[in-house]
């Protein structure tokens, strides 16, 4: 068993966890963060996808020892502590860019990380950077519809509904 | 009236949760004391089993109980919820599911024992000790090989792999012979609806607990239908009665099907629990979804279109194997039959059809119902059949369906069903206007000059959705009712909790039922909260599949709402002093007609629970009614979609440029989320069009089982979509006048892109190219090019 430290949510979290255990395992079993989800066992589907220290990263696909010393969001660190939604998370809502919601944690975490990369990105952009989560139930049309007025750009040029 | 009643966009409540990490899916339950269990699944095909020696995996660290078939032997295997009679008047061959195999192993990922340890690493680590002798056997794979004299058979107890052979409408057949033999022009088209996998992102789940206190069981599972789990896994399987069982599916991630049906793990965990006196705990990897949770589709079809010398339609003849798997899962036998065949007459007036089906085991993963279940088998082949006639006479495709279009209902179609209602022109003319078919041409040559083929395609559907009349489906074989119940209790301060049927895993429920109750009372949506997914709570009723939640479990929500109002107004023209007929409910208010006195909606729930001023010698005290809604007949959503592709002939790729649909749904509660569920369906059928399939090599190896074999559509296969739902024949039987939207999309458009993609090769003169087989690959494509 290794000892590991980390920032989550800007809180710091430690804990024992086996060489094998993986980065989602420690935040939805030790942490009990459990808005990060688990979809698939190959990397293919998003639904685990966090930022760590800054990237966004498939939980899934990293040791937790690995993120020993770094700093992590999860979903549950993304809306103000009051609870309002980020604008992103907002434009979700808006424009119905989800409906089980299980991929939904991975969508707005990688999102996040395309804009904050790629402020205002195009519609070809977007579905390019949404290529590693997959989503079974929207389509897709309205997460890149959302990600677009997240981003302050006019929607109307993505058809009508 | 409220903001947010019938017909407002509503924005989603539950999307709250799930935004912010908060929702509550069933690998979230974490139960004190759980131990984890791991399943050990056959990696051959087809096998006698010999032995399983578990003793070097219980001497494991942290094993805690090792259970194989043997364990099963005394219980009921899972059951089929559907018989069917063969064409002779016989039953349907029905062989046992065990919960755990014995005897044999029948499929690639055929549970052989259950490591139950106390972390699920250590389950997985243990259950590698486990030896397990396996005398290989000859795998039945291909459906026509399992139907040949002296073939292997996939269940040693059955005379053969033939589950069964329907003839629908058997009194019809001679007759539609005669009129294919007679006819001035027939349509021959073999094809292949590939077998598919359903793919909720969230793999299964299944918690199972057990109460030493009062020997109650609890199993939490992700599920559409938790009622139906109950009755079937209680009753069938582990023989505990209803009020010792509670099921729970708290939010699901998705279903299309794939989770409607009772599983062996459901019912291990269950039985676990009991056996240990602790929580057992089950979470699907994705692999282990691939090769246990029930495919899709999975037919190969010969169908003849015959038309008269005016190109009129004048029979129908189909001939179809479809798959079932190595077992009957819980409505398997109920898809190739009854949820396809009567459906062949589409949107046409075709006096004559007749479907023969052959149900065959196989040595795969059990098939079930799928997004749209039968319905897309039967659209893809009457849509597919049409579009080639077209072609052989020279006509145009959306002319020769316009021509043979039913335009009078009711309609009694020749396999069984009768549409109440339609607008086959309306739905048509909207999509003509939508997908600017007129400017087609135009993107034909600016395509042309990059040296692309470009293809339209378009196609009609219906379905028969809202299932179903009890009655009927009854005689048809189905061994349950098919009503769907709710409860609407008022609370003393005026809100309402509403009990349902229904499941929501997607669909918004939460959201957009509370619109109705908001619009018939006429108070604010948010003092309404509906409670579904757990049998403690919701009436006994059958839960969300076949586009159902609205038209049935709406539909009892509607009526036990219209009981609430009529004890509402009782109790208001007591407050008031009048005779009951003439209080009038507005606006959350009721008032004397003609007058200004009223009381609040508040002031009469307020009173029913306070009953101090209260006619108590005639009225009991309290809010709160329960309604069993049984429907008088489907219903009959129906549509129009267009595709447009390009289609490099360099490389075979095919890329969709546009997808239009025009849906005539009946009346719609939020037209937001109606946007959304056509979006979805439109993505699955693009995604069964041109990617997804589920692959057995001939010793029935899954090759398909990861993200990384089995091609999910990713946001960059597919477009933004138009689609308009105007087009509006209010449903006549049930009093929302709603027929129900989820599956239109996934069975409207694979006929529309692969229309479209012969139409874009045609174009490029490869005229002998009649049809290439779903997923239309580049590789397809191309291959079919060089012939």
């Known amino acids: 068993m290794t000892d590991v430290t980390m920032t989550v949510n800007g809180k710091t979290v430690s804990g024992k966890v086996e060489g094998r255990t993986l980065l989602v395992e420690f935040i939805r079993e030790h942490l009990e963060l459990t808005g990060t989800h688990v979809g698939c066992d190959t990397s293919q589907c998003g639904a685990c996808v966090v930022h760590v220290n800054g990237q966004a990263v498939k939980s899934c696909t990293m040791l937790a020892a690995e993120a020993d010393g770094g700093t992590v969001m999860t979903i549950e660190g993304i809306s103000a502590p009051d609870g309002t939604l980020s604008a992103l998370q907002q434009a979700f809502q808006d424009h119905h860019g989800l409906q089980c919601g299980f991929c939904t944690p991975g969508m707005i975490m990688s999102a996040s990380a395309l804009l904050k990369d790629n402020p205002k990105p195009s519609e070809a952009e977007i579905r390019e950077y949404l290529e590693g989560n997959i989503c079974r139930c929207t389509g897709y049309h309205n997460i890149v519809k959302a990600i677009m007025a997240a981003s302050g750009q006019d929607v109307s040029a993505i058809a009508a509904e | 009236m409220p903001d947010g009643g019938i017909g407002a966009s509503t924005k989603r409540r539950e999307d709250v949760r799930f935004l912010t990490g908060a929702g509550n899916y069933t690998d979230d339950i974490n139960l004190k004391g759980q131990a984890y269990v791991h399943f050990l699944r056959s990696d051959v095909a087809h096998g006698r089993l010999k032995s399983v020696d578990t003793a070097a995996a219980e001497a494991m660290p942290g094993v805690v109980r090792i259970f194989t078939g043997a364990d099963f032997e005394e219980i009921g295997g899972l059951p089929c919820g559907w018989q069917v009679t063969d064409k002779h008047g016989n039953p349907m061959q029905e062989p046992k599911h065990p919960v755990l195999a014995s005897g044999k192993v029948r499929h690639v990922g055929d549970p052989i024992a259950a490591v139950i340890a106390e972390s699920v690493q250590q389950a997985r680590d243990a259950a590698e000790a486990i030896v397990v002798d396996i005398e290989e056997l000859p795998a039945v794979i291909n459906m026509k090989d399992a139907l040949k004299d002296g073939a292997t058979k996939v269940h040693d107890d059955l005379d053969n792999n033939l589950c069964f052979a329907w003839g629908f409408v058997e009194d019809n057949r001679e007759a539609v012979d005669q009129a294919i033999k007679n006819a001035a022009h027939v349509t021959t088209l073999e ?207 959306i002319a020769l369906r316009r021509q043979n279009f039913i335009s009078e209902f009711p309609y009694a179609t020749p396999v069984a069903v009768e549409y109440d209602t339609g607008d086959y022109v309306a739905t048509m003319d909207k999509l003509e206007e939508i997908a600017d078919i007129a400017g087609f041409a135009a993107r034909r040559a600016e395509s042309e000059k990059k040296g692309k083929l470009r293809g339209l395609g378009v196609n009609c559907y219906i379905e028969a959705c809202g299932i179903a009349p009890s009655n009927l489906v009854g005689q048809l074989g189905a061994r349950a009712g098919l009503y769907d119940a709710a409860t609407v209790r008022v609370n003393a301060t005026g809100s309402i909790s509403v009990m349902v049927g229904a499941h929501s895993h997607g669909q918004g429920h939460e959201t957009a039922f509370p619109q109705v109750i908001a619009e018939m009372i006429g108070i604010d949506p948010s003092m309404i909260e509906i409670v579904h997914g757990d049998t403690s709570k919701i009436p006994f009723a059958m839960g969300t599949y076949g586009s159902r939640s609205l038209a049935v479990c709406g539909s009892a929500m509607v009526r036990a709402t219209e009981k609430i109002i ?159 739902h105007s087009c509006q024949t209010p449903c006549t039987h049930n009093p929302l006048g709603v027929k129900g939207c989820g599956e239109a999309g996934a069975i409207g458009s694979p006929p529309a892109v692969v229309n479209a993609v012969i139409d874009a090769l045609h174009s490029g003169g490869h005229d002998h190219i009649t049809h290439i087989d779903m997923p239309v690959s580049p590789a397809r494509v191309w291959a079919a090019m060089q012939r």
Not at chain 2, 371 to 387: C, H
Not at chain 2, 673 to 685: F, S, T, Y
């Open chain 2, 191 to 397: 094809l292949v609806n590939n077998r598919l996998i359903a793919n909720p992102m969230e793999p299964r789940v299944a918690v199972g607990d057990f109460s030493r206190h009062n020997q109650d069981s609890t199993l939490y599972t992700t599920s559409q239908n938790p009622h139906v789990i109950r009755l079937l896994m209680g009753a069938f399987v582990l023989g505990i009665p209803e009020h010792k069982l509670r099921v729970v599916s708290p939010d699901v991630g998705g279903g299309f099907g794939t989770k409607i049906f009772h599983y062996a793990e459901e019912a291990f965990v269950t039985w676990a629990a009991r056996q240990l006196h602790r929580p057992v705990k089950w979470t699907s990897t994705r692999a282990e979804a691939f090769m246990s949770d029930a495919h899709g589709r999975d037919h190969v079809t010969k169908i003849e279109l015959a038309l008269d010398a005016d190109n009129n339609f004048v029979a129908l003849r189909t001939d179809t194997h479809a798959n079932m798997g190595a077992y009957l899962s819980t409505f398997a036998s109920s898809v190739p039959t009854w949820l396809h065949g009567t459906l062949m007459a589409g949107n046409y007036k075709t006096p004559l059809i007749y479907v023969h089906v052959n149900a065959v085991f196989t040595n795969t993963v059990p098939v079930d119902a799928y997004r749209g279940a039968g319905r897309p088998e039967a659209t893809f082949q009457l849509e597919r059949v049409i579009d080639k006639a077209a072609r052989e006479l020279g006509v145009d495709p």
């Open chain 2, 566 to 724: 009529n004890k509402a107004k009782r109790i208001a023209a007591h407050l008031l002093e009048v005779s009951d007929a003439d209080i009038e409910l507005k606006d959350g208010k009721f008032s004397v007609a003609g007058t200004d006195k009223s009381v609040d909606w508040g002031d009469v729930t307020l009173s029913a629970y306070v009953p101090h001023n209260y006619p108590l010698e005639h009225i009991e005290p309290g809010l709160e009614e329960t309604a069993f809604y049984d429907p008088a007949n489907f219903t009959y959503p129906a549509g129009a979609y267009a595709c447009e592709v390009e289609l490099d002939p360099e490389t075979g790729k095919v890329e969709i440029c546009s997808f239009a649909a025009a849906d005539d749904f009946g009346n719609i509660i939020n037209p937001m989320i109606v946007d959304g569920q056509v979006h979805g369906g439109i993505a699955q059928g693009i995604g069964q069009a041109l990617l997804e399939r589920a692959v057995y090599d001939d010793n029935g190896q899954l090759l398909s089982a990861s993200y990384m074999d089995y091609a999910m559509p990713r946001a960059t296969d597919v477009p933004s979509y138009k689609v308009d």
